[in-house]
């Protein structure tokens, strides 16, 4: 399990993430984005239910990537049904209904799940000084249920951390979550590069 | 598999392939990359990236190889977001193409078995699939559109009216507000075709439809083609008091269209007009009770407006 000094360090690497990934996009959309991560949790897959990860009964536009190396994770990007699309239709200036997102828009949701994620993923690469392969990412439309059985069915990765996230713009703000889900051999090397990490401040 | 075969693979496949190691340098430039560039790969081997096309490439784009050769990670630019971020052109017909294709990228990490870094560019051109998006959206806004229109007229149509009663209602219960519903009906129309035919009562349809139409003020504020010679106009959130003297005003706009009606004893087109106005609540009914004001109005003579409270 986490400390709060865990937890903390590993606060402050998602948050320069999230700093990159607001430089990236708001280039790419020539609009100022600010995406910031104001709460990290830690839970194992038994606690893992609808109201442990926020979620509502709606529906979800996620964006995933499983990452390998030094340790392995399957990272899922999540927004509600309502905030994909206020996203789309900011990015795009699109008015369509989730089902409607044609390839073109769902490229676009895919992009921003990659820059976020790779952010993220980046960031703990670089201040835990490790390195981190990852498949190409991909974009599905999700139900609450779909999303726990993703979280089930990835047997063995018994711990998830549940990050967060608010995406910034002029026009509002937008919320999201980012799941990260360990196996337990994986989290007990994630927890030795952060306490590395830790004890070299 | 013997490497000229492989190199056959590179060269047939139907998307632009380009790999470059860790400084950037070319290593594979295959010909649909050649295709779109007219730069052959013997002029590129072995040369940056970042020089080998006529015009400078986008930090973005440069940024992405970066990132991807230092962390390992893979790399999408969507066409959504990025359109043409390398200059890739259609010289198919013409060799002086000065519009850039459009693209979507993948930038993935290879590691060779010795630790060595290289990069693959991936690049296909969704044109096609961005048009019959394109076709397809604009047929189904179209059908969408007609699905709610009343041919004639071009007013909203009843299945439109329904669906937009029913939600108003629930909007004005839930949050206690106000809801009008006037019922209309052209007087003696029966009559008018008789005499004058069934393409004149059509233009009447219409031009009521029209005056009717030129009436609404607020955004908000729906009129549809009832049925027959009926229409019906949902009002929320008219101030209290108004109904009545609103509905007066589509009565006199109809009456001042003066359309000669040889059947009616005015010797015009004229309507009559149900109104019910309230809060409304799950038991009341109030398109039955504006109806019946309708039916009373018809009643009392015609050409008239009658009000009834829900």
């Keep these: 399990m986490l400390s709060e000094i865990q937890l903390d360090a590993l606060a402050e690497i998602f948050n320069v993430g999230a700093g990159r990934a607001a430089s990236s996009i708001s280039e790419i959309i020539h609009d100022e984005v600010k995406l910031s991560v104001p709460s990290i949790e830690f839970k194992t897959s038994a606690e893992i239910s609808p109201e442990a990860l926020s979620l509502n009964h709606g529906r979800f536009g996620t964006v995933r990537q499983d990452f390998s190396g030094s340790f392995d994770a399957v990272a899922m990007l999540l927004f509600s049904e309502d905030n994909a699309l206020e996203i789309v239709r900011d990015m795009m200036g699109s008015q369509m209904s989730l089902d409607d997102l044609a390839e073109f828009e769902q490229e676009a949701m895919c992009e921003l799940g990659n820059i976020i994620l790779n952010a993220c993923l980046s960031a703990m690469a670089d201040m835990l000084s490790i390195s981190l392969d990852s498949s190409l990412p991909d974009y599905k439309i999700a139900s609450c249920d779909d999303i726990l059985h993703a979280i089930a069915h990835n047997a063995g990765q018994d711990y998830i951390l549940v990050l967060n996230i608010v995406l910034t713009s002029a026009k509002r703000q937008t919320e999201g979550q980012l ?3 360990l196996s337990s051999a994986s989290l007990t090397n994630l927890i030795q590069h952060i306490d590395g990490l830790v004890s070299g401040i | ?23 950037y340098k070319v290593l594979l430039w295959n010909d649909w990359v050649f295709k779109h560039t007219h730069i052959r790969q013997t002029d590129v081997v072995g040369h940056k990236l970042s020089g080998v096309f006529s015009e400078p490439l986008s930090t973005m784009f440069l940024n992405a190889i970066k990132n991807t050769l230092a962390y390992g990670m893979p790399t999408v630019l969507s066409n959504a977001l990025h359109r043409s971020p390398l200059p890739l052109y259609d010289l198919s017909v013409c060799a002086d193409q000065k519009t850039r294709i459009h693209q979507a990228i993948t930038i993935s990490p290879i590691l060779s078995p010795q630790g060595e870094k290289y990069c693959i560019i991936q690049i296909t051109d969704p044109t096609t699939s961005i048009k019959r998006e394109k076709m397809l959206r604009s047929h189904s806004e179209i059908l969408k559109r007609e699905a709610v229109t009343d041919a004639l007229t071009g007013l909203y149509n009843r299945r439109f009216f329904d669906e937009h009663y029913a939600l108003t209602f629930h909007n004005a219960m839930r949050q206690q507000h106000c809801l009008t519903i006037f019922m209309v009906d052209i007087d003696f129309f029966k009559d008018f075709n008789d005499y004058y035919g069934h393409l004149c009562g059509d233009e009447i349809l219409k031009a009521v439809a029209q005056t009717l139409k030129g009436k609404l003020l607020r955004a908000g504020d729906v009129i549809a083609r009832f049925g027959g010679e009926e229409f019906a106009l949902i009002l929320p959130n008219l101030p209290v008091g108004q109904a009545e003297s609103y509905a007066e005003k589509l009565k006199d706009a109809v009456f001042d269209l003066a359309i000669p009606h040889c059947n009616s004893p005015l010797f015009k087109v004229t309507i009559s007009i149900g109104v019910c106005t309230g809060v409304p609540s799950a038991e009341y ?6 109806d019946a004001a309708l039916y009373l109005a018809k009643q009392q003579g015609r050409n008239r407006c009658v009000a009834l409270a829900l």
């Design chain 1, 179 to 181: 799941i990260l889900l």
């Design chain 2, 1 to 23: 598999m013997p490497s000229h075969i492989l190199n056959g693979v590179f060269n047939a496949i139907n998307m632009g392939l380009i790999v470059v190691d860790q400084e």
């Design chain 2, 285 to 290: 009914d109030i398109l039955g009770k504006a």
